[in-house]
């Protein structure tokens, strides 16, 4: 019997391209999160990377998606593209206080993500870690980071995640480190491999495969999975293929 469930989404939901492709030809911009929350099970809010958006802005992403949807939110910049991550207390604060509780039961996990510039240094990394706070207004928290410099192979890089128990994303790229190793009572992943030639980005055998990895996944937990990246035209319909196939099981 599974512990956990399996939630398959894209990243963020305005994109130009999905006009036609994935929303249908004259879908008012304002509708296409109803739209695609409806279709998905899941979506990775990306411009909280680069933005502070207001309460009413979370509240009202809440309400466009139906009941077990799942929102995970990509952290500020601000509180990873820094040279010291321990003197970030002031940024991550203000990142969680900004409104995600409007997020309600919808509020999946946090996502970390470090510059491919980023090195790992143990006892900074560690600082970082003890920063991310377990909850928010009585809402809890959790964290999952993405390293992508090769110094992150350390033993020592698992070893402070699942002390603290945060997730090590499965970053599923050609060039950034894949580090696999069960920290956290949930699993992240992101994949990032699309292709144009495959009409749902990626062959059916390669989908059939990474059901059977998420099948697997949620016997310690839920399961984040989302397509990023690659060729971003095809990720909704990758999305959709996987949730068809776990849909079956």
């Given amino acids: 019997m599974t ?53 009413e802005s979370f509240r009202k992403w809440a309400d466009a998606a139906p009941e077990g949807f799942k929102f995970t939110v990509k ?3 601000f509180c990873t593209n820094r040279k010291v991550l321990a003197e970030g207390g002031e940024s991550v604060q203000r990142f969680v206080n900004q409104g995600l509780v409007e997020l ?12 491919p510039t980023k090195k790992f240094d143990a006892d900074d990394f560690g600082a970082f870690l003890a920063l991310l706070p377990s909850a928010v207004d009585g809402v809890p928290l959790r964290h999952a980071v993405e390293v992508r410099h090769e110094s992150f192979r350390d033993p020592a890089f698992p070893a402070l995640a699942k002390a603290a128990n945060v997730a090590i994303v499965h970053a599923d790229h050609a060039e950034y480190p894949l580090i696999e190793a069960d920290t956290a ?47 971003k035209v095809r990720n909704p319909a990758a999305a959709q293929a996987l949730i068809a196939r776990l849909q079956k099981d």
């Fill in 104 to 115: 309600g039961d919808k509020l999946g996990p946090i996502l970390w993500q470090f510059m």
């Fill in 75 to 77: 952290a500020s910049r």
């Fill in 185 to 231: 009572d949930f699993t992240y992943a992101r994949l990032m491999r699309s292709q144009e030639q495959e009409i749902s980005g990626y062959a059916p055998a390669a989908l059939d495969d990474w059901a059977g990895t998420a099948r697997s996944w949620e016997k310690r937990g839920d399961v984040f999975a989302f397509f990023i990246s690659g060729v």
């Fill in 3 to 55: 512990k956990g469930k399996t939630y398959v989404g894209i990243g963020g939901w305005t994109f130009e391209p999905w006009r036609g492709t994935f929303y249908p030809e004259g879908l008012k911009q304002k509708d296409e999160l109803a739209y695609a929350a409806s279709h998905l099970t899941a979506i990775e809010i990306n411009g909280t990377y680069y933005s502070t958006f207001k309460p």
